[in-house]
């Protein structure tokens, strides 16, 4: 079992920024991948980026050049950094960590959302 605790999120205006954070209760050296969802009212959960364990990211077409995830190995932590949020990226965020288990299957864990809200 994985347990993820995001955290970080909250209230911000428009051009904002805000960093999450994501503590794994593992080595996340032992994680393929780790990425940030988010699941706004009335709409399907999405990825927004992703990181694998050699560093390799992956950003959805509406937040590049805007959010960076990166990793931090000895703390077990994977961040979201937002800068420039628009009233668009509020939802609710989740942290995810895909676990190999055998060939080319894995397990993927779910935090418990962290609320990002952008308004004036």
């Known amino acids: 079992q994985v347990q993820l605790v995001e955290s970080g999120g909250g209230l911000v205006q428009p051009g904002g920024s805000l960093r999450l954070s994501c503590a794994a209760s593992?080595?996340?050296?032992?994680?393929?991948?780790m990425g940030w969802h988010r699941q706004a009212p009335g709409k399907l959960r999405e990825l927004v980026a992703s990181i694998t364990n050699i560093g390799r990211t992956n950003y959805a077409d509406s937040v590049k050049g805007r959010f960076t995830i990166s990793r931090d190995n000895a703390k077990n932590t994977v961040y979201l950094q937002m800068n420039s949020l628009k009233y668009e990226d509020t939802a609710v965020y989740y942290c995810?960590?895909?676990?190999?288990?055998?060939?080319?299957?894995?397990?993927?864990?779910w935090g418990q959302g962290t609320q990002v809200t952008v308004s004036s």
């Open positions: 995810n960590a895909d676990v190999p288990k055998g060939g080319n299957y894995y397990t993927r864990y």
């Open positions: 593992v080595n996340i050296c032992s994680i393929n991948t």
